[in-house]
């Protein structure tokens, strides 16, 4: 169920939806993003995760073109207090296709994974089976053997 789309001046876009059948919002980001515009995104989902209480999202920038998102600091100290409070439990996070990397790669804060746990992922596919895995309950077979080969 698509929630909503922002458009930006630089022809870049950010869409959110809920994935029902799946339990996840998903966010895809498309074209030139500049800082302010993935700001704009990000408080985007905020207003959104609220009413859907959900654990999971799905962060997609395969469409992604040049820099985005140079705060990662503004991430760390102004966003993910919020969508953890909000109950964000795990992000897949899928890189740009033309970069195969993003800001998230290159600095990750390593103080969110005591509450929050972010995967980075090259495709949508991996990103979407590791988000089913996490829903699974703890002592199934298929979470434990994630587990196992988590490094």
Request: charged content about 15%.
């Amino acid at each position: 169920m698509l929630l909503n789309s922002l458009s930006f001046r630089t022809g870049g876009q950010c869409t959110l939806s809920l994935e029902q059948t799946d339990g996840w919002l998903r966010a895809v980001w498309s074209g030139y993003i500049t800082t302010d515009d993935a700001m704009r995104g990000a408080l985007n989902y905020l207003a959104q995760v609220g009413p859907f209480h959900t654990l999971y999202l799905l962060n997609d920038n395969t469409s992604l073109r040049g820099p985005w998102f140079d705060s990662v600091e503004w991430l760390d100290r102004v966003w993910l207090p919020q969508a953890i409070q909000l109950g964000l439990r795990y992000i897949a996070h899928v890189v740009q296709a033309d970069t195969h990397n993003d800001i998230l790669t290159l600095a990750c804060p390593a103080h969110i994974t005591d509450v929050l746990e972010l995967q980075l992922f090259d495709d949508v596919a991996s990103a979407q089976e590791w988000l089913r895995t996490c829903q699974l309950p703890l002592n199934s077979p298929a979470r434990l053997s994630q587990a196992v080969r988590k490094p």
